[in-house]
């Protein structure tokens, strides 16, 4: 049985894990959870998996509840004694120092969390170097690739691909975008996430952080990952091989899979997604994205090309820029905006360490949130 910690257990990836725990509590025990500031939920959690450590990060804890506070509570939780794996749900960049710990603590991390990888990507898998099986992708496209490529070199591959839905404005032109209101950025097509990660679906920031995690995971050059819409979200990645063949991976859209795929490898359990009725798909579709008009995908691989600190600046300035828009203090298109014009006055520190890209984030937000405030 496998001991799980899970932070970030009221978000979306948190309580779909907890469905699939639910269905498995033969082959998994949970043993920590973190929530934000979501005490009511976070107590119904407690109450039915009875973990020895229940943190709430981001409030003070319900009188009479014997809740743990606080970001240092979180990184205990992160490399607890009693987890086997951590699996690191949490939104934005604060993620990045839990995947560090849990991974200096032994454990083997399920990674959400993409901000992990996009900021501080090189330092990350410095530490699984030696130990690659360590580190196991949560995301559906991360996952659906990792399954392409088991088994397989990394020197017979040629390139992989990242499929993406287009979100709900596929095929919409820049001028159609000009007036967005939240409540459309926020209708996902096919995907059920939060609200942050649901609006860089809608830029296609979204894309362009996972392929810098295809990147930094495989270890494959930015200039061989590629992107390309598929609005039915049934492929989830592509790998294409010298030889001119293709592996892919294909499911119904449910984030539960990859997570289970995650909790149990290298096991997989007998059940998870509902089985794809093939005769009754229809045709399945491939479309060139949209560069011109989606812009924030070109900004994320120019990013990663500079690498250094410039990915984490570009991830906090969008992390600002997406919730002011949250906020309606910001417009829909003005988000790629304030993200190029941030990375165009990042100059990099040198060396890339711990301290030079937590630095760096620091200068990005109060950089983002000054541009903000000035389109106002």
């Not at 229940?54 to 970001?71: I, K, N, R, W």
């Not at 120092?97 to 959400?112: E, N």
């Not at 592996?247 to 997570?259: H, S, V, Y």
């Not at 691989?301 to 500079?306: D, G, I, T």
């Amino acid at each position: 049985m496998k001991r799980i910690a899970i932070l970030g257990s009221t978000g979306s990836i948190g309580t779909q894990a907890l469905d699939v725990i639910r269905k498995h509590r033969d082959q998994f025990e949970v043993v920590a959870l973190v929530a934000g500031k979501n005490a009511e939920l976070l107590a119904e959690q407690v109450d039915e998996f009875a973990p020895a450590l229940p943190v709430l990060a981001d409030a003070p804890p319900p009188s009479g509840s014997y809740f743990s506070s606080g970001e240092d509570a979180v990184l205990e939780a992160a490399t607890y004694v009693g987890a086997d794996v951590v699996l690191n749900a949490l939104v934005g960049s604060r993620g990045l120092l839990p995947t560090l710990a849990a991974l200096d603590a032994g454990k083997t991390v399920a990674l959400a969390n993409k901000e992990s990888l996009i900021a501080g990507g090189d330092l990350v898998m410095s530490k699984v170097r030696d130990h690659p099986e360590r580190l196991l992708p949560v995301d559906s496209e991360h996952s659906a690739l990792f399954q392409c490529l088991a088994g397989n070199r990394l020197s017979d591959v040629r390139r992989v691909i990242v499929t993406a839905s287009g979100g709900p404005f596929r095929g919409r032109t820049f001028e159609e975008l000009r007036d967005v209101r939240v409540e459309e950025a926020l209708a996902h097509p096919t995907w059920r996430m939060g609200r942050k990660i649901t609006v860089d679906s809608a830029t296609l920031m979204n894309k362009g952080l996972e392929a810098i995690e295809a990147h930094h995971l495989f270890g494959i050059p930015m200039d061989r990952v590629d992107v390309v819409v598929h609005p039915q979200s049934i492929v989830h990645g592509i790998v294409e091989f010298h030889d001119g063949s293709c592996i892919l991976q294909a499911a119904n859209a449910d984030m539960r899979l990859p997570i289970q795929i995650a909790l149990a490898w290298p096991d997989r359990l007998p059940e998870g997604a509902e089985p794809l009725e093939w005769p009754a798909l229809g045709s399945l579709d491939f479309e060139p994205v949209d560069r011109a008009t989606f812009r924030s995908l070109g900004i994320a691989f120019e990013a990663a090309r500079k690498g250094g600190t410039y990915p984490a600046v570009m991830n906090a300035a969008n992390e600002e820029a997406v919730a002011a828009f949250l906020d309606e203090r910001l417009a829909f298109l003005a988000i790629p905006s304030i993200v190029e014009d941030v990375l165009a006055a990042h100059e990099h520190a040198g060396e890339l360490t711990l301290d030079a890209v937590l630095d760096a984030e620091r200068w990005a937000r109060a950089e983002a949130r000054a541009r903000i405030e000035a389109t106002a």
